[in-house]
Structure formats: structure tokens, C-alpha cells
């Protein structure tokens, strides 16, 4: 069983940058595809971004391409959301999720286990 641990999230102001971390126990992080969605307040979960286990990355967000990346440290088992040029409507709770697939999905039910979230609060 995989286990999910997100870790970074903060208050931050507008413009600013935070970079939130993904640390899996169980498996080897290369056999995952790992996603980050989101879920604003009274908004439904959405996916933001996703690293497959062969090196690529899926944007789902227009909102956020050019913004934010997505990288993997396989050393340290650790999937990584580098979130730049932060805005208000990037408020919500962030949440780190892994399929046992090579590739991404936009659909969260896809998606097998889940961290506990990571609140992020952008402030104007």
C-alpha cells in the first residue's frame, strides 16, 4: 500500500511562490503516476497537474500553465508542486494523489490513494 504525505502548505500573498512536497511510503514512486488536484472552497476537486512514471507531466489547468511545474526526486520518494506567481483563486486545499498507472488521468476517481491535503491560502 502507498502512502501519501503532503507537506508546505501556507499563507502567502499575492504574486508570491510556494513549493509543496508529496513523500510516498510503500512503493517505489516509478511505478505511479502522481497527480495534484485541488478543491476551493464550495468548488468541486479539480486536477491541476500530473508527473507520469515515464518522465512527462499533464497540465489540466490553463489557469495555471506557465505558473506552475511538477517534478520527482526518486532518491527521496518525493513528488514536488512548484506553484509561482500565486493567486487569490489558487486558494484551496491541495491534495497529492497516485494511480498504478504509467499515465495521468484528469479524472480524480482514477486515482487510488490520496494524501490527507494541504491547505493553501493566497491573499490579495
Known amino acids: 500500500q502507498l502512502h501519501l504525505v503532503e507537506s508546505g502548505g501556507t499563507s502567502v500573498q499575492s504574486g508570491g511562490s510556494l513549493r509543496l512536497s508529496c513523500k510516498a511510503f510503500g512503493y517505489n514512486l516509478g511505478y505511479y503516476a502522481i497527480g495534484w488536484f485541488r478543491q476551493a472552497p464550495g468548488k468541486e476537486r479539480e486536477g491541476v497537474i500530473c508527473s507520469e512514471s515515464t518522465g512527462g507531466s499533464v497540465t489540466y489547468l490553463d489557469s495555471v500553465k506557465d505558473r506552475f511545474t511538477i517534478s520527482r526526486d526518486h532518491a527521496k520518494m518525493t513528488v514536488y508542486l512548484q506553484m509561482n506567481s500565486l493567486k487569490p483563486e489558487d486558494t484551496g486545499v491541495y491534495y497529492c494523489?497516485?494511480?498504478?498507472?504509467?499515465?495521468?488521468?484528469?479524472?480524480?476517481?482514477?486515482?487510488?490513494?490520496w494524501g490527507q491535503g494541504a491547505q493553501v491560502t493566497v491573499s490579495s
Open positions: 494523489t497516485a494511480r498504478g498507472r504509467y499515465f495521468c488521468s484528469p479524472n480524480g476517481d482514477e486515482y487510488t490513494y
